[in-house]
């Protein structure tokens, strides 16, 4: 049932729709999305915990929410902002609508607005915290005391909210050769574990907070730092470890704020951009082969720059801005991507990193 709803700037602009979902204040970081399917993948990122996505593509909820798409059990973002909000899904696969949904997850969406003018806005000024409220529950006060309340993204620690505490099997020992992996959890994605386990992994998913001890004593074959959202800078305890974990001599595979964490590990700086990159039609130059893949991701810090190193290279480059998407130790097996290669949504070309992990663990 829709409602009276507002979405508040920090800067002091503002936009009145129509509300749906859960009747609360959503605080976060907006930021914009440009994929044209998938909504339900991007809502239940671990990544965009601390944010409120704006959907440029104008048409959400018509495929409605099924039960296998999820890329988390919870929504993760703070808010969802749409042109268009679909009540009346027309798809074979739906198991409730996208209301039901952000409903029983307690998360509130904004709809009928400008969602042209507001991803121009966050284009052209960067991200802004904000804040979506019912009308008739909350006052532009009371909106305007949450975004200062909440402050910036920078500093925070998000990954203790989406990441596991206890550790966990996923996969099938014994059916084929296997490899056993420890997956380090800083807001791991699904899907990525669904491709891990597919190509022979037996994942075991351990907390952001697990030593390099710990990790030697599973005996794996092989170290992956998951995706996860917020500043990697305050995460100086997992970057002490990865440091640890590169002298046990085992392939190392970073993805997202796992590739921050490990150019952290290198001894690289990070930087918060202007708008991130989030989407599923991003072009990155793989410069060691000299082709182009089509990638989906999201991400608002990057590595800043390598200077010149022995030890590590730069691999892959966006084409949208130059930022560094990909970096490898030029003797170890260590390496990390920005973009998401399990994409979910998106493009699927990219997994092929999953492979080279793999290979890298069979050497």
Known sequence: ???????????????????FGFKKIGVGEVVFNTSITGYQEILTDPSYDGQIITFTYPHIGNTGINFEDNESKNIAARGMIVKNFCDFPSSHRSKMSLEDFLVEQKTICISDIDTRHLTKILRDEGCKIGAI???QLFTDEEALSEINKFGS???KNFTENVAVSKQYNFGDPGTNKRYKIVAVDFGIKENILRIMKSLGGDIVVVPPSTS???IKALNPDGIFLSNGPGDPSVLQDAVKEVKKMMNLGLPIFGICLGHQIMSLAYGLEIEKMPFGHHGANHPVHDLKNNTV?????????????????DDINVTHKSLFDGSIQGIEHTSKPFYSIQCHPEASPGPKEFEVL???FFEDMNA
């Open 133 to 135: 409220y019912p009308t």
């Open 212 to 214: 390099a001890e710990v």
């Open 153 to 155: 993204m920078d500093g």
């Open 293 to 309: 893949f089509i990638t989906s991701q999201n991400h608002n810090f990057a590595v800043a720059k390598v200077a010149d190193r």
């Open 354 to 356: 999953f492979k080279r």
């Open 1 to 19: 049932m829709k409602f009276g709803a507002k979405l508040l700037l920090e800067n002091g602009i503002s936009f009145e729709g129509f509300g």
